[in-house]
């Protein structure tokens, strides 16, 4: 069995430790014997849709967001579409979330267009959330660090990831972090957030590999470390948020 992810934007959407999501994904298949293999789409280079199972789209500031949402409006954007609608899945933080959503509107300047993926809509708010961020998912403990001035509000169409328990997740206000629509996950967690959650990794793996591969069953890994990070992290956020 082979595994084929596509890393969006490496160089102008990936901050704060996020690379980490896509060596995270490539290994913890790898640790189960499953062949991985990494692309890396870069603006102003073609998207092939047929390609990859998974999407890594990951956080950037605004001026990086102005440029990949310009790559997105064209063919690009299209040919994404398309991937997501072949039942690949996507794993998108902060910046590439907000861009996966019908639009982010900075806090000075036009608004910046999304593809309309998730139903979401963000508007830049007078505060920068930074901070450790705990949430409780039905899956289980959602463990990260957010830095983002967006607010992000779901419409119907797309559901919460998690429930803040510690930070401000989407918008401070209703308690929702991230958000998930078909196969599309969106969080505000970088850090990277794949590694101390292994559930999130996990559930991507499958939808990822039931796409050419049909159903199939992931080995359990030895989490221990996993998990005894994922502790300690949750525990630096409850004692000092
Ligand atoms: N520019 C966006 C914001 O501040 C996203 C930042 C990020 O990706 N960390 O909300």
């Not at 409006?73 to 979330?97: D, H, K, W």
């Not at 972090?177 to 505000?188: D, K, L, N, S, W």
């Not at 939808?207 to 992931?218: M, Q």
């Amino acid at each position: 069995m082979d595994l084929r992810i596509c890393h969006l934007y490496p160089d102008l959407m990936c901050i704060y430790g996020d690379r980490g999501n896509v060596i995270a994904l490539a290994q913890r298949a790898r640790w189960r014997g499953i062949d991985a293999q990494v692309r890396e789409l870069r603006e102003g280079e073609a998207l092939d849709p047929d390609w990859a199972d998974l999407y890594f789209f990951g956080g950037g500031q605004d001026l990086g967001q102005d440029v990949v949402s310009r790559d997105l409006q064209g063919a690009n954007g299209e040919a994404l579409r398309r991937a997501l609608a072949s039942s690949a899945a996507i794993l998108s933080v902060c910046g590439g979330y907000q861009l996966l959503g019908h639009e982010y509107v900075p806090a000075d300047g036009p608004a910046i267009p999304g593809l309309g993926l998730l139903d979401v809509t963000t508007r830049a708010g007078k505060l920068r959330f930074v901070g450790n961020l705990l949430a409780e998912a039905p899956q289980g403990t959602l463990i990260g660090f957010e830095n983002h001035s967006g607010c992000t509000y779901l419409g119907p169409q797309a559901r919460p990831l998690a429930r803040v328990v510690v930070g401000h997740g989407n918008n401070g206000e209703d308690r929702t972090e991230g958000a998930v629509q078909g196969r599309i996950v969106g969080t505000y967690c970088h850090g990277s957030v794949l590694p101390k959650n292994p559930w999130l990794a996990d559930m991507l793996l499958l939808w990822a590999l039931e796409r050419r591969h049909g159903a199939v069953r992931l080995d359990p890994l030895d989490d221990t470390m996993e998990l005894a990070a994922r502790r300690a992290a949750a525990e630096v956020a409850r004692t000092r948020p």
